[in-house]
């Protein structure tokens, strides 16, 4: 018996505890440990009934995804369960926390379960591309029916412990003490004399639906929703499997189809996305002590599109937010966007009408500085300009109470000039959130030269309060995310001049996984924002790099995208549906002609090449910088804020797993032919020579 599973007897009653930190993964210790326990209850004459409890925050959260790709170790999870299940005794798995994947293919192993109120279960195996591979697809569908099992396990969301009950997976809910209600459950247990009920031997969940019908949907929402993704099929074809085969051959199937899922390469990735997400968390340089300002108020200036965004994520994370416009008709118009914002939630059904209240009541507007001076936190969403910055910055230095973090979201300005226009330096960070701000995951927390430890954590800290994905990055022209979309961007533009049409380019990028091609996000945000930069990146930039000018001929024909009906591509009115632009084929052919360029077919790889490979040199040298800490960090930022395909990674872990010779091969190739923008990252050269990945190298730092 491991120190990670105890088995205490209590009277007629094996308690069997499972202590793992962090979360009671099922590491080699953990199976060893349910394997004795429960062969040691069975053995004991005196038992008559077992309960399976944990220690900490939750029940088992899974299999140790550490584990995954190194060679496996005895017993298998499978075998534990398999001993679990044939036990003699009735068992009752106590559930609190998450009992996820593999945890929760444990608690279908024991013969009955009991949640705590506020717990949740699931099978989220398919978010790290693989399917529950310990009976999960064999066991569940048996209880839940078809239908339900399908959904949860390609979907991979856990359910509440109230929904599971109403499901059959979960037979009673509790409130209060673990122990306390796993033993009275036991007890009951005993004194009704109940035999041990194996899920395994269940048949209602199969019976009474068409669940060939219900096969086959799943299948085409599969290919309509989640295309290019290899485990989806797989989930279906085991639960397709238990549909058709006695349990122990469902279970062999199941077995196969997991064994395909671990070894394709999409699982690789998705479990580098798990690991890089967490990993962003953390700041290699902070001192472990650092503790982070405590934030209950909040405050934002400017109601525009970005600033309103922001108000609502402190008001739906429950912090009482103060929205500042520079006049009443101002703050109204962002007044009425954020009430607007929730009524569209409240239409769809994701938001109630109490909730909207709620929230609303916590944004108070002000068009005053006076009122700002008891915020913990501002956050700045005015004009991207240094003049309005800087009058903001020195309003707020002037009100703010010592302490307050200053930040400002701005996408592309100089964060330590505007902390400069501040005598507390130390107190302003950037909180650079995208757009919609109180949708979108990604927040990047720009530290500024003199940004103080302990504002950097807060800034961390507030990323968290507001259910954001938060990543470090320093000072420079768009930060990480945006810096290396520009190199993107002008690409997918170059291929204009060559001979492509946005058509064919957004289709390639999103026949690689991207969620949406570059032409259609340009047309959705506004190609005015693209010209703004160029034109500030014209005047500081050498002279001799060659800028694209199909943009250009858009903004001069006043061609905005999606908001002046043409960009692009062409917009009928009150619908969003990309169609061709008429217009645009005379501005492609002008634009190549005044460059020289004979126009021809380009082949699919080499568009996504250029536009891919465009980011990994551009993210090398900011590696390099000291701009982003870790390459992960580069891939956690892509696949929270631009739509990069979970399933490869990131453009970083991508690039390792092309190789990053062939990268760099590629690179040199459009260097010579397209010059200096192409100039190969010094790091990526380095590494390409070494045989090395990013991955290895930010290992070895
Ligand atoms: N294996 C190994 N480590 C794990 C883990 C797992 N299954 N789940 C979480 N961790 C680690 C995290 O990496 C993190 O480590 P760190 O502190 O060193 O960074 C730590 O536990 C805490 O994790 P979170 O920061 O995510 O903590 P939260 O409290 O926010 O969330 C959670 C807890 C909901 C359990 C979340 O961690 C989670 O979703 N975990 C993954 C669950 C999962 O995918 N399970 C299925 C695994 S596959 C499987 O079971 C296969 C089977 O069918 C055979
Ligand atoms: P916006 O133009 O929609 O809103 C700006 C608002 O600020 C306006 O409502 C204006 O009245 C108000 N304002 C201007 N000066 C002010 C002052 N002195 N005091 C108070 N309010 C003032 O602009 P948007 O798009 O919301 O951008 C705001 C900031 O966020 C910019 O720095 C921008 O670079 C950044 N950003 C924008 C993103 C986007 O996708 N729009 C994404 C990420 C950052």
């Known amino acids: 018996m491991t120190e990670a599973v105890r088995l205490e007897i209590r009277g ?27 062969q040691r209850a069975e053995a004991d004459q005196q038992v008559r009934a077992v309960v399976l409890v944990c220690e900490g925050n939750t029940f088992i959260a899974g299999a140790d995804i550490k584990e995954f790709g190194k060679p496996p170790q005895a017993p298998s999870l499978p075998e534990v369960i398999e001993v679990i299940e044939g036990c003699s005794k009735p068992s009752v798995a106590v559930i609190h926390g998450t009992a996820l994947g593999g945890g929760l293919e444990v608690a279908l192993g024991c013969h009955y379960r009991i949640a705590r109120r506020d717990a949740k279960v699931g099978l989220p195996e398919v978010k790290l591309g693989l399917l529950p591979g310990a ?69 209602q969940g199969l019976e009474g639906a068409d669940n060939e019908a219900l096969i086959r949907a799943k299948h085409a929402e599969v290919a309509k929703r989640m295309p290019g993704l290899f485990s989806p099929l797989r989930c279906i074809a085991a639960v397709e499997a238990a549909t058709q085969l006695p349990l122990a051959e469902g279970l062999k199937r199941e077995r196969e189809l997991f064994a395909e899922c671990l070894n394709s390469p999409q699982r690789g990735a998705l479990v580098h996305s798990f690991f890089a997400e967490r990993q962003a968390g953390k700041i290699n340089d902070l001192p472990s002590d650092t503790k982070p300002r405590s934030i209950k108020t909040a405050a934002v200036i400017g109601g525009g599109t970005m600033g309103v965004g922001i108000a609502l994520s402190f008001a739906n994370a429950g912090v009482p937010v103060k929205l500042l416009e520079i006049n009443k008709e101002a703050l109204q118009r962002g007044l009425q966007r954020a009430r607007d914002t929730y009524a569209a939630s409240v239409k769809r059904g994701s938001l109630t009408e109490d909730a909207m209240e709620q929230r609303l009541a916590l944004i108070t507007g002000v068009t005053d500085y006076g009122a700002l001076a008891d915020a913990d936190v501002v956050v700045e969403a005015v004009f991207e300009e240094m003049g309005v910055k800087q009058q903001v910055f020195e309003q707020l230095d002037a009100v703010c109470k010592p302490g307050a973090i200053l930040a400002s979201n701005t996408s592309s300005l100089d964060l330590d000039a505007i902390a400069a226009f501040t005598k507390r330096p130390e107190d302003v960070v950037g909180l650079h959130f995208f757009s919609p701000a109180n949708v979108m995951r990604l927040l990047e927390v720009v530290r500024g030269e003199k940004t103080s430890n302990e504002v950097l954590a807060t800034a961390m800290a507030i990323g968290k309060q507001l259910k954001k994905v938060s990543v470090v990055v320093g000072v420079c022209d768009g930060f990480v995310g945006n810096r290396m979309v520009f190199q993107y961007g002008r690409e997918a533009e170059f291929l204009l001049e060559e001979g492509a049409t946005p058509q064919q380019v957004d289709g390639a990028l999103r026949n690689f996984g991207m969620a949406m091609g570059p032409f259609a996000m340009r047309d959705l945000s506004g190609l005015d924002i693209g010209q703004a930069i160029r034109k500030r990146q014209r005047a500081t930039l050498p002279a001799h790099l060659d800028f694209p000018t199909v943009s250009d001929k858009l903004c001069a024909a006043g061609m905005l995208g999606q ?14 549906t990309p169609l061709e632009n008429p217009e645009l084929g005379p501005m ?13 077919a380009l082949d699919e790889q080499y568009i996504v090449e250029r536009c891919i490979f465009a980011l990994v040199n551009e993210g090398a040298k900011i590696l390099e910088e000291g701009i982003a800490q870790r390459s992960s960090d580069i891939d956690v930022i892509y696949l929270n804020g631009y739509g990069f395909p979970a399933f490869r990674g990131g453009p970083m872990f991508y690039a390792d797993s092309v190789g990053l010779d062939t990268v760099l091969a590629r690179v040199k190739e459009l260097y010579s032919r397209c010059g200096d923008w192409w100039k190969p990252a010094p790091l990526l050269e380095k590494l390409a020579a070494e045989g090395r990945t990013f991955t290895e190298w930010q290992a070895g730092r």
């Open 135 to 203: 009976g999960g697809t064999q066991r569940l569908p048996r209880l839940a029916g078809v239908e339900k099992a399908l959904d949860m396990i390609v979907s991979g969301t856990p359910i509440s412990a109230a929904e599971a009950v109403e499901h059959n997976i979960v037979d009673e809910l509790f409130d209060g003490d673990l122990v306390d209600a796993g033993l009275g459950y036991a007890r009951r247990m005993v004194e009704e004399n109940r035999a041990p009920r194996r899920t395994g031997e269940q048949t």
């Open 588 to 600: 492609l052919e002008a634009a190549s002609r005044e460059k020289g360029i004979e126009r021809k």
């Open 563 to 576: 908001k002046t009906g043409a960009g692009y591509y062409r917009y009928e009115p009150g619908n969003r």
């Open 12 to 38: 007629e009653i094996a308690l069997i505890k499972v202590n793992n930190p962090p979360v009671n993964a099922l590491g080699q210790v953990v199976r060893e440990g349910l394997l004795n326990a429960f």
